[in-house]
């Protein structure tokens, strides 16, 4: 029997093709003995597409060489195993995954243990089949559904927004755990999911001098802060805000459903209200709506209700960054970057991080701290009930902020 040879099994979706190997290098060897050994596995479309512009469409191969350690069993076979996923392909598109080793100067050579075609479904599965002409097929490439395993492979979209079609609960819960938020629309199945090839983000580990703002000092004696108490309440009146605003808005009913159930079976992924309340009149002031995941916190949106010269939302802002801070958080996620988000770039912690290399990363140490049971919680620094007295907060830090 000639040695080495390899095995595969694939997958394919509409957009993905996975694969699950086995190699064989070489037999005689004691049950136990191991090697280590490079692997490059591949995938390339069996033909290019070509757009009316002459330009190549889709993906147009992809490699990924790894080190795995083999071992040798009972029978003496010194194996190696692994599994290799190749995400954003064409619908409807043949390709050729190639499996080789890697020149380890053990005699293997580089040439190509094994051949195999896959050929990507025309839509998404369980999908009326229609969908395959009446959407472009490029769009396709983003496309996340029931049938994807979710996980650091999103941080290499090519693309700032995947989609899916109507998702229900699993699927958002899944997409939020994730990294990725959800934006449905009243007019509209498709539901756009934010995954930033650029994140803005708060780095909370800078010292950061939040309580020292000018006008945390002067108006903290108006305010008090709460976290979860009316979550449905203060998302819709977030939701009227919006429309007020004329900006259109994202918060339907199901969405608000689900992050409220979410919410309440708590898990790796927390979900909060947290509420600026104006002492004076009781009125809800600023709110900020929020998850968090081990040790990194997200806003999803936020909303200022009473608008004069003491700026509710910075101080909740400034108030909240405290609050992380104290409570454990590293990071503090915001999004795309808006150009309001200039004046945190400084002494904030402000910085842009690169989705694949530096953001998903962090991500994955923050889902493994909440998998274990350690994350952080912002319900920990505020006392339930009436909640926390901003006139009580100290601002003892280094440095000083007068905005």
């Known amino acids: 029997m000639a040695y080495p040879k390899a095995s595969a099994e694939l997958a394919s979706s509409v957009n993905s093709v996975c694969t699950t190997w086995t190699i064989e290098l070489e037999e005689g060897k004691s049950a136990g003995e191991t090697r280590l050994v490079k692997v490059i596995a591949a995938l390339d479309p069996k033909a290019k597409d070509v757009s009316k512009d002459g330009g190549v469409v889709g993906i147009t191969g992809t490699d990924e060489e790894f080190a795995v350690e083999a071992s040798a069993g009972a029978d003496g076979v010194l194996k190696a195993r692994g599994s290799s996923e190749f995400h ?36 998404g599965e369980g999908l009326n089949p229609s969908l395959a002409r009446r959407l472009p097929r490029e769009m396709w490439c983003t496309y996340v559904g029931n049938e994807h395993r979710l996980g650091q492979w999103l941080g290499s979209s090519p693309e700032d927004m995947m989609w899916a079609l109507q998702p229900e609960y699993e699927l958002l819960r899944a997409l939020w755990l994730n990294a990725c938020f ?6 509209s199945p498709i539901t756009q999911c934010p995954n930033p090839v650029s994140r803005y983000c708060l780095d909370l580990t800078k010292n950061q001098p939040w309580l020292r703002s000018k006008k945390v000092r002067r108006f903290k004696k108006d305010f008090r802060l709460t976290v ?16 007020d605003d004329g900006k259109g808005t994202w918060i339907t009913p199901q969405l608000v459903d689900c992050l409220d159930r979410c919410r ?12 600026l309340w104006e002492k004076s009149s009781g009125k809800l002031a600023a709110a900020i709506m929020a998850l968090s995941v081990g040790d990194i916190f997200h806003d999803y949106t936020m909303a200022t209700m009473i608008r004069d010269s003491r700026s509710a939302g910075s101080i909740l802002t400034k108030v909240v960054g405290h609050l992380l801070t104290e409570a454990g958080f590293t990071l503090w996620y915001w999004g795309f970057k808006n150009p309001y988000m200039a004046e945190y770039d400084g002494q904030y912690g402000g910085t842009t991080l690169d989705n694949r290399s530096e953001f998903w990363p962090r991500w994955q140490q923050a889902l493994e701290m909440a998998r274990s049971g350690s994350s952080c919680d912002l319900t920990a620094r505020v006392p339930s009930g009436t909640g926390l007295d901003l006139e009580t907060l100290s601002a003892v830090g280094v440095g000083a902020d007068d905005t």
């Open 88 to 123: 954003f392909l064409l619908p409807a598109q043949d390709y050729v995954f190639t499996l080789r080793l890697a020149d380890n100067g053990r005699g293997y050579g580089n040439g190509s243990l094994l051949t195999q075609q896959a050929r990507t479904s025309s839509c």
């Open 182 to 187: 959800t934006l449905p629309s009243p007019e």
């Open 228 to 243: 979860n108490s009316s979550y449905r309440e203060t998302f819709m009146q977030c939701e009227c805000t919006h429309t």
């Open 264 to 275: 309440r079976e708590g898990g790796e992924l927390r979900v909060y209200s947290i509420e």
